[in-house]
């Protein structure tokens, strides 16, 4: 038996009512965050199956890997609301059942991002308070360093944890890293990389691009703080704020769901080209910016759709470019920043953002061996119709940083599976997979359970979704 020293998991988007973690109201895309979702109940009990064959002193740190909370499309009430359901159920009042170690580390993606500007904000001012008046004051942080952070409280979550008095006696908090968290093992020859992942998507680094076009003899930037410091103003505004600005941030959330729909495109870009020309009196003019206006906004309108979560297959080729640029470019940087250049020989990767759950050792230039990448998928429904690479995987860590993929489900099979990576999967020993492999039985309950729960809430986020698209 081996200890389980991590549970990483991504793409919760709590509080959207495309998540399968969020509660609906019966027969309704309305929320109700007041409950667990029936999906969030049975995944919770599918893992206290796994902790229940696997007792050890020490519980597992549980890492957050990005896009917990919806913060784009969602309150923060109701997001909040719906984190406290799944404290309530791993982290009861009796400490005897509590499933994790009472510090989570949340590791913020581009629809949470919000709450590494709050954290990093807020370690500002901690610093500042210490100083005396004219010493020099540091800017503020963007990146932590991704091994031995310092420790940055996460001031939303520990907040939601703390309200429970059974947490805040044992002083339960979360801290933030940011854009990614390392972990060494003994030996120093092997080394877990954990990042949300949304760098390897040109649409989150837009203003460095952007830059570089109207200033063509710009640098790119090759390290990971000036990749953060040059985007975070636009991946926060996009991304984890706008679309809780009252009236117009619901319906950018609308504009959001219709975008499955080439027709309701049409009828949107339509509507706000016509609304923006019609202040030009004359005709030709007026013609001329609203059809100039058109081929812009289809241009960004499409990027958007062209999503990495919005397609088929594993990752678009796009998409494989830049994971091999921020493998290979930035990771590498910080690492050999942070380790004077000593790269582990055994690297694995895991990252969540694309929705889309796999296991592949997939090679990169400057590291030695095949990187051993892991990617957690989601937990939300985002098409009409059924995308088979769609799913969400619970990533399981060891103490001797050996990763299994626990795949929940996948849209159109909803058995969970045990999944290693890649090529070697069948020839590295991997004590966890092993061990994991004999103690548990997905054709008894709880799994069975799961499946069938899963495939309803499925099925009902197609019916729900294809409903808020008619909503004008």
């Known amino acids: 038996m081996t200890n389980i020293e991590y549970v990483v998991v991504s793409d919760f988007h709590l509080g959207a009512e495309n998540s399968l973690l969020t509660n609906l109201v019966k027969d309704s895309y309305q929320t109700d965050n007041s409950k667990p979702s029936p999906v969030m109940e049975h995944l919770v009990k599918c893992l206290r199956d796994v902790f229940a064959k696997n007792p050890q002193v020490k519980k597992p740190k549980l890492v957050l890997n990005g896009d917990l909370m919806e913060l784009a499309f969602t309150t923060e009430n109701q997001a909040g609301m719906a984190f406290q359901r799944f404290v309530e159920l791993t982290m009861p009042e009796n400490e005897a059942d509590w499933m994790f170690d009472p ?8 629809h949470d991002h919000n709450l590494w500007e709050t954290a990093r904000y807020g370690n500002f001012i ?8 004219h010493e020099f ?5 963007h990146i932590t360093k991704m091994f031995n952070p310092v420790k940055i409280n996460c001031q939303f979550l520990t907040g939601l944890l703390r309200m429970y008095p059974h947490l805040r006696a ?5 801290t933030t890293a940011y854009p990614a968290l390392a972990q060494l093992n003994n030996a120093t020859d092997k080394c877990l990389i954990i990042s949300h992942g949304h760098f390897i998507e040109s649409m989150y680094s837009f203003i460095s691009i952007l830059d570089k076009m109207i200033f063509p003899e710009r640098v790119e930037p090759t390290i990971l703080s000036d ?6 103003a636009w991946i926060d505004f996009f991304w984890s704020t706008l679309g809780r600005s009252g009236t117009p941030g619901n ?8 975008m499955q729909n080439p027709e309701e495109v049409s009828k949107m870009i339509e509507n706000f080209c016509t609304s923006v020309a019609n202040h030009e009196k004359n005709f030709i003019l007026r013609y001329l910016e609203k059809n100039i206006l058109e081929e812009v906004v289809q241009f960004l309108i499409e990027k958007a759709i062209a999503l990495e979560k919005n397609q088929n297959g594993v990752l678009t080729p796009d998409t494989q470019l830049g994971l091999k640029k921020y493998l290979e470019v930035f990771i590498k940087n910080q690492l050999d920043f942070e380790l004077n250049g000593a790269i582990p020989t055994k690297v694995s ?13 997939i090679e990169f230039s400057e590291y030695e061996g095949m990187v051993k990448v892991f990617n957690s998928g989601g937990w939300v429904v985002d098409t009409l119709e059924p995308m088979p690479f769609h799913g969400g995987s619970v990533l399981l860590v060891d103490e001797s940083l050996d990763t299994v993929a626990l795949q929940m489900y996948k849209e159109g099979k909803y058995k969970p599976s045990l999944e290693v990576s890649g ?10 997979y092993d061990w994991l492999n004999k103690a548990l039985d997905f054709d008894a309950e709880p799994w069975t359970e799961f499946g069938r729960v899963t495939e309803k809430e499925v099925k009902l986020r197609y019916k729900y979704l294809a409903e808020l698209m008619q909503k004008n």
Do not use: C, R, W
Request: glycine content about 4%; proline content about 6%.
């Open 103 to 110: 510090e989570f580390v949340i590791i913020p993606g581009n």
């Open 126 to 133: 901690e610093e500042l308070e210490k100083m005396k008046p």
């Open 137 to 141: 004051i540091k800017p503020s942080i």
């Open 170 to 174: 044992k002083g339960a908090m979360v």
């Open 227 to 232: 990749l953060e410091q040059e985007n975070f």
């Open 251 to 258: 319906d950018l959330s609308l504009m959001y769901d219709k």
């Open 349 to 361: 990767f895991l990252f969540g953002h694309t929705h889309k759950p796999f296991e592949q050792d």
């Open 423 to 432: 090529f070697n999967q069948h020839m590295d020993y991997n004590a966890l």
